[in-house]
């Protein structure tokens, strides 16, 4: 079974940028869907982004137009680069596939 290990969190100000990396234990390039989620406290776990193995992308109403998510399958990780950032995407991110279970996360967080 893969595992997806997520890093690259960590505290930004208001309107500044982040990327997270999501590093797979094997190969992705079979796995259809790969998406990031996210968790603020308090709050239901969401779903931010997906993209497809053809590359086709979904957005969450609430970052489409500042977050982009990415895929390279010949280094197994999944990316989602975060610009704008404002305070409520303070979460914990999360990458899953259908076939993966769920990780630890990376806590963002988003302050002045």
């Known amino acids: 079974q893969v595992q997806l290990v997520e890093s690259g969190g960590g505290l930004v100000q208001p309107g500044g940028s982040m990327r997270l990396s999501c590093a797979a234990s094997?190969?992705?390039?079979?796995?259809?869907?790969m998406g990031w989620y996210r968790q603020a406290p308090g709050k239901q776990r969401e779903l931010v982004a997906i993209?497809?193995?053809?590359?086709?992308?979904t957005y969450a109403d609430s970052v489409k137009g500042r977050f982009t998510i990415s895929r390279d399958n010949a280094k197994n990780t999944v990316y989602l680069q975060m610009n704008s950032l404002k305070p409520e995407d303070t979460a914990v991110y999360y990458c899953k596939a259908s076939s993966t279970p769920w990780g630890q996360g990376t806590q963002v967080t988003v302050s002045s």
């Open positions: 094997g190969s992705i390039f079979s796995i259809n869907n």
């Open positions: 993209i497809s193995s053809g590359g086709s992308t």
